[in-house]
Nanobody
Framework: QVQFVESGGGLVQPGGSLRLSCAASGFIFSIYDMAWYRQAPGKGKQRELVAVITSGGSTNYAESVKGRFTISRDNPKNTAYLQMNSLKPEDTAVYYC????????WGQGTQVTVSS
């Protein structure tokens, strides 16, 4: 059974940093692309694609986070990471990880709140 467990969120002041972790299980992690998504308050169930890392390590980012966020992966640990720097209030959201394709059931996510 494919499963994702996100952690590392919290309350941080504008300009601060957080590192999110995504522990994956139930599939061969190393051969799949991985991605981070976020669901902002008041946006309903719409999830925004934030960053993608391919099985080969190539990365791509949403324009809104480019230069501030870094996605990475540790294949032996079946874990993906999202390093978030220079956080802004508009980054406030629940952050999720998943495979871009095929998409699996969502985990519980981790709440990131950027506020002074």
């Amino acid at each position: 059974q494919v499963q994702f467990v996100e952690s590392g969120g919290g309350l941080v002041q504008p300009g601060g940093s957080l590192r999110l972790s995504c522990a994956a299980s139930g599939f061969i992690f190393s051969i799949y692309d991985m991605a981070w998504y976020r669901q902002a308050p008041g946006k309903g169930k719409q999830r925004e694609l934030v960053a993608v890392i391919t099985s080969g390590g190539s990365t791509n980012y949403a324009e809104s986070v480019k230069g501030r966020f870094t996605i990475s992966r540790d294949n032996p640990k079946n874990t993906a990471y999202l390093q978030m720097n220079s956080l802004k209030p508009e980054d406030t959201a629940v952050y999720y990880c998943n495979r871009p394709s095929p998409r699996s059931l969502w985990g519980q996510g981790t709440q990131v709140t950027v506020s002074s």
